[in-house]
């Protein structure tokens, strides 16, 4: 089949529905890294983009880092069950838009959530068969220490109370499809990329697949 372009293959136009790649983790366990570096190198993964009632930062664009909703148009959709997941953090309020997650899956298109294990389990219970859950774990609580403070973002006080909530969030791990431990970052980066292609090829995720093999049994041989 030379010459014939990654799209055109059979196996490339297998119609299959979308999955929700879920990834969290404690702060400085790099999670976040590992997400940039997916969303940057897999044209099949979008991030999904939250609504939130925290202000903007003047840095960030509304609809590219977050839907910036007021706390009333917040309230709304959380009432009328637009919402997958929704959390209150620090005062301010983040969620999940249902309907652009539904439409992505639907059209067979991958969607990152960068978002934390209460967010994970909301997810599950709203759309269990399109989840696939990673929670990214620490080598050790020494080595994450030394990354915080590496980081040079936050007050001793505040590393103390990352790495305290690090532990609570870190009890959750069971809750997940996949743990990595993300000792070397290449490393951790590689079996997140072979568990999202793993799960890309799992039958209950390919419907085209019905048409394909009716099609293939169809054929004759002629050779």
């Not at 997958?84 to 990152?112: I, K, Q």
């Amino acid at each position: 089949m030379s010459g014939i372009s990654p799209d055109e293959l059979p196996s490339n136009r297998i119609k299959r529905r979308g999955l929700m790649l879920v990834l969290s983790s404690p702060s400085g366990a790099g999670k976040s890294t590992i997400a940039r570096n997916l969303l940057d190198t897999d044209r099949q993964l979008s991030l999904s983009v939250s609504v939130t009632t925290r202000p903007r930062r003047g840095s960030e664009i509304d609809g590219v880092h977050y839907h910036f909703l007021t706390e009333r148009e917040f309230t709304r959709m959380r009432d009328n069950d637009e919402l997958l997941e929704w959390a209150e953090v620090h005062g301010n309020f983040y969620g999940t838009p249902r309907e652009a997650a539904e439409r992505a899956m639907s059209e067979g298109r991958d969607m990152l959530f960068d978002i934390d294990w209460q967010g994970a389990q909301q997810l599950q219970e709203r759309m269990s068969a399109d989840v696939v859950s990673i929670f990214v774990l620490p080598p050790s609580m020494a080595e994450l220490r030394l990354r915080l403070n590496r980081r040079a973002e936050d007050t001793a006080e505040v590393i103390e109370r990352r790495l305290a909530n690090a532990r609570a969030e870190i009890e959750h791990w069971r809750e997940y499809d996949y743990c990595v431990v993300n000792d070397d970052l290449e490393r951790a980066y590689d079996a997140v990329k072979a568990i999202v292609q793993s799960e890309r090829l799992r039958r209950d995720r390919r419907p085209g697949l019905f048409e394909f093999v009716s099609d293939l049994l169809k054929e004759t041989d002629r050779n």
